[in-house]
């Protein structure tokens, strides 16, 4: 079974670029969730999306960030304009229903110039 | 707020030795779930065990095993007879089981773990 797909695996842009991350959860799964880790902050929950609906998005830094899920194969999150700070691997996982184990991509490692 | 505390930054084992990497947690709910997820150098996030909090028996997944006090907010992880493949960094993560926030996982800092030949 494919488990959760990224892309880009890695991404560098300049600061000012709008960056667009995508992730195709697992095939069945409701609820999907887009983390960011960094070395200061260790894994940060950013937004959860159930059937679709996002349904926390507290950890979202700031309005430069926005995510989508327009329907059950395929959620963005976008960066826009970049800043280097935001550099980061971004992880999505998705699980079959809000209360079972979520199951991760290989994330996308992003550096902003 | 719910936090995990991974007490060890780096641990080494040799091979096919044991080692235990700790976790501790602090929490005011009494039904949750525990996790180890392992991250190797290709970044993957992969769970390797979890526990549900009402459960006394310690989880177990082959060469993988918990120690769980409960009491204690202490959830450890044990690997036996490591293989130089179990070299990873290892993260810690707490998840209630009712109220609003349920979903939401919340890490440790994690543990890097060197496996020697």
């Known amino acids: 079974d494919a488990g959760v797909i990224q892309s880009p695996r890695h991404e560098v842009t300049e600061m000012g670029q709008e960056v667009t991350l995508r992730c195709k959860p697992i095939?069945?799964?409701?609820?999907l969730f887009w983390y960011r880790q960094t070395m200061m902050r260790g894994l940060e929950l950013l937004i959860y999306?159930?059937?679709?609906?996002?349904?926390?998005d507290s950890g979202m830094p700031e309005d430069r960030f926005s995510a989508k899920m327009p329907n059950a194969s395929f959620s963005t999150l976008k960066i826009q304009p970049s800043e280097p700070r935001d550099s980061a691997v971004y992880f999505c996982?998705?699980?079959?229903?809000?209360?079972?184990?979520?199951?991760f991509g290989d994330g996308t490692r992003l550096s902003i110039l | 707020a719910q936090t995990v505390t991974q007490s060890q930054p780096e641990m080494s084992v040799q091979e096919a030795e044991t080692v235990t990497l700790s976790c501790t947690y602090d929490t005011s709910e009494s039904d949750y779930y525990l996790f180890w997820y392992k991250q190797p150098p290709s970044r993957q996030m992969i769970l390797v065990i979890r526990q549900e909090a009402y459960k006394q028996q310690n989880a177990t997944e082959n060469r993988f095993s918990v120690n769980f006090q409960k009491a204690a907010k202490s959830f450890s992880l044990k690997i036996s007879d490591s293989q130089l493949g179990d070299a990873a960094m290892y993260f810690c993560?707490?998840?209630?089981?009712?109220?609003?926030?349920?979903?939401?996982?919340?890490f440790g800092k994690g543990t890097l773990l060197t496996v020697n030949p």
């Open positions: 999306f159930n059937n679709n609906v996002p349904i926390d």
């Open positions: 095939s069945g799964h409701n609820s």
């Open positions: 996982a998705s699980s079959l229903e809000w209360n079972q184990p979520q199951h």
């Open positions: 993560a707490y998840r209630s089981a009712g109220g609003g926030s349920n979903y939401k996982l919340t």
